[in-house]
C-alpha cells in the first residue's frame, strides 16, 4: 500500500546522543518535508526537497541535517541531542508540479 | 513576514450544530489553502483544500470559502458529529517553493 513510513515511532534518548530519524514513503513522490511539532501546536518547516540530491533549510532554524540519496528516502539526523529538540517529527511528501502534501505518522522524540 | 493566522484557538460545540473556522494569510501571491484535521496522536490529514481562482468548495459536511481580496479563507462543518473533535490547521503555500506556512490551530470539541 502506498503510504509514508517514520521509524522509529517514540524515541527516548540521552543528551549528547547522535540520531537520526527515517523517512520513507512509497507514493512515488519527488518533494519530501520535516517538520517539527509540539503536541497540538502549529508546524513548523525545517527541511525540504526538490529530489534527488535537492536539501533546503526550512523557516525554523533546526541543528538538524538531512540528505536525499534515494527518491524514497529523506532521513533526519541529530549530532547531538539535547531536551531542547524534545518534540514531534512529521515527515510530508508530494509530487513535484502539485501543492498537496501528505504526512507520515511522525516520531515523538524525548531527550533526557 | 509569511504567517497564517487562524480563530479560534478552541471551539466548543454540540453535535448537531455547525462550526466555523477562520484563517489570513499574508502573502498576496499565495494560491493553495489546503486544511488539515489531526485527531490525537494521529498524523495531519488533508480533507479539503481551495485554489485562488475558486471561491468556495464543499464536499459533504464540510465546505472552504476563500475571499482573495480580504486575505481569509475558512472551513464550515455543518451537522457536527463527536468524530469531528480534532485539532483543525488552515495553511497557505508561500515563498518561491510553494512550501506551506500553518496557522496555529483549532481545537474543536464536539459534546453529544
Known amino acids: 500500500e502506498a503510504d509514508i513510513y517514520q521509524t522509529p515511532r517514540y524515541l527516548v534518548i540521552g543528551t549528547g546522543k547522535k540520531i537520526t530519524l527515517e523517512c520513507s514513503q512509497t507514493?512515488?513522490?519527488?518533494?519530501m518535508y520535516w517538520y517539527q511539532q509540539d503536541p497540538g501546536m502549529e508546524l513548523h518547516l525545517i527541511h525540504y526537497s526538490y529530489g534527488v540530491n535537492s536539501t533546503e533549510k526550512g523557516d525554523l532554524s533546526s541543528e538538524s541535517t538531512v540528505s536525499r540519496i534515494r527518491t524514497e528516502h529523506f532521513p533526519l539526523t541529530l549530532e547531538s541531542a539535547r531536551p531542547s529538540h524534545t518534540s514531534q517529527y512529521l515527515c510530508?511528501?508530494?509530487?513535484?508540479?502539485?501543492?498537496?502534501?501528505?504526512f507520515g505518522p511522525g516520531t515523538r522524540l524525548t531527550v533526557t | 513576514g509569511e504567517n497564517v493566522e487562524q480563530h479560534p484557538s478552541t471551539l466548543s460545540v454540540q453535535e448537531g450544530d455547525s462550526a466555523v473556522i477562520k484563517c489570513t494569510y499574508s502573502?498576496?501571491?499565495?494560491?493553495?489553502f489546503p486544511w488539515y484535521k489531526q485527531e490525537l496522536g494521529k498524523r495531519p490529514q488533508l480533507i479539503i483544500d481551495?485554489?485562488?481562482?475558486?471561491g468556495e468548495k464543499k464536499d459533504q459536511r464540510i465546505a472552504v470559502t476563500l475571499n482573495k481580496t480580504a486575505k481569509h479563507f475558512s472551513l464550515h462543518i455543518t451537522e457536527t458529529q463527536p468524530e469531528d473533535s480534532a485539532v483543525y490547521f488552515c495553511a497557505a503555500t508561500m515563498g518561491g517553493f510553494q512550501k506551506l506556512v500553518f496557522g496555529t490551530g483549532t481545537r474543536l470539541l464536539v459534546s453529544p
Open positions: 502573502d498576496s501571491a499565495s494560491n493553495y
Open positions: 510530508a511528501s508530494g509530487l513535484a508540479g502539485a501543492d498537496e502534501q501528505y
Open positions: 507514493m512515488g513522490h519527488d518533494k
Open positions: 481551495i485554489r485562488s481562482n475558486v
